[in-house]
């Protein structure tokens, strides 16, 4: 089990000692993402994302570089909509170095007014690469559609307009109100004991401040009929994304969900991978995803079809996800669904970055219970007619929401078919 450790400036530090292993994996974990932007500065946690890896007061960002690489080690950071992370892998008798360098860098980056435009102007174009690449993009739309003018359904990048009205006073701010200590954790796995990544908290954090931090805007939800929205551009494939409103990272019910995805779409022996790809060839790629929030969440169906199939796909989609409203899941299915996500959990839980991204994750959320142990015998519980019944709540007509990249020009066709 995890050691967690809050400091006198109420920093907190989680452990997992892995005595087998050489390395140790670190990440100082932020509450600040996309769910705590709004229009005006959209993309800025993404940004300062960015930015952190430019340099310090005391490191450029060469130095940053060959510091940690180096010593065999790897570093990297992302953004979500709930948190951002600075993450660095490193053998275990470098874990000091790691604490120091993403400490530095998570509170003395040097935010210098040339990195701030040149790195405005790489994210524009990571946006626009994302905009030509519709397996993504309709991802976008989607999102756009469920949550409309809220930040959950704004992009993590932000638009061009947004990225390019950021200033260097609004960064600073928005990272003075979010990047506090009582709003941050250091996880650490792998060869390391809690005494010791306290002591270097302690020693590396210690510029930390507590502060009050404004809270996200709440998802709203008032969806009355099926949602569709079809982007008409020329393309290969129709791109197709389809979403539902599930229930939030904490329900009770969010087992059960586990093994409805399972079941659904989240593998190749999936329902719908096996019925639309294997034995009616309809499409090349297809899978189901659930996106977990504090507040809400989202199951969402990803494709790529050929044009003239769309429709027969979604018609085929809607059957499967009615029949498991109708139809209990076999004794079978429900097995092999357990059985996957055991697997699947202990296989990441073998290596110390997976590991220190379950730990950190979770205790960044405010989840509680999070051991294994306690989450597998969850999972086991779960029974064929908690599943039926969590998907009749979901799949309805009234929750769903589609999003289309196509030449076609079939929108008719598409709504006819979303009213099966």
Known sequence: MYKLITLDNLFRVATESM??????????WIRAGGRYENQKNSGISHLLEHLLFKGTEKRDMITIKQEIEGRGGSFNGFTSEDHTCYLVKILAKDAELGVDILSDMV????????????????IIEEINMYRDMPHHYVHEI???????????????????????????????????GHYSSANMILAGAG????????GLSK?????SSPADVAPFEKARISQSAPLV????KETEQTHIALGLHTIDRFHPDRYALTLLNIILGANMSSRLFHIIRDEMALCYEISSSVRRYEDCGALVISIGVDHKKLVKTLETVLKELKRLTTEPVTADELKRAKEYYRGQLLFALEDTMSHMLWMGEKIIMGEKDFSPKSILKN?????????????AGLFRNDNLNLAVISPTKEERCVKEALAL
């Not at 060869?191 to 306290?198: P, Q, S």
Request: charged letters at 25%; a negative charge; aromatic letters at 4%.
């Open 191 to 198: 060869l390391v004991n809690e005494t010791e990544l306290a």
């Open 229 to 232: 929205r079809i982007k008409s």
């Open 107 to 122: 509170q003395h980056p040097r935010l210098a007014p040339e990195e701030i435009e040149k790195e405005k102007n790489v």
């Open 19 to 28: 005595a087998h292993m050489e390395s140790v994996a670190l990440g100082v």
């Open 203 to 207: 020693k590396y954090f210690k510029d």
């Open 379 to 391: 999972v086991e519980a779960v029974n064929a007619q908690e599943i039926m019944r969590v998907a």
């Open 142 to 176: 989607l999102a756009e559609m469920m949550w409309q003018d809220q930040p959950l359904g704004m992009p993590l990048a932000g638009t061009v307009e947004s990225v390019m009205s950021i200033t260097k006073d609004a960064i600073q701010s928005y990272k003075r």
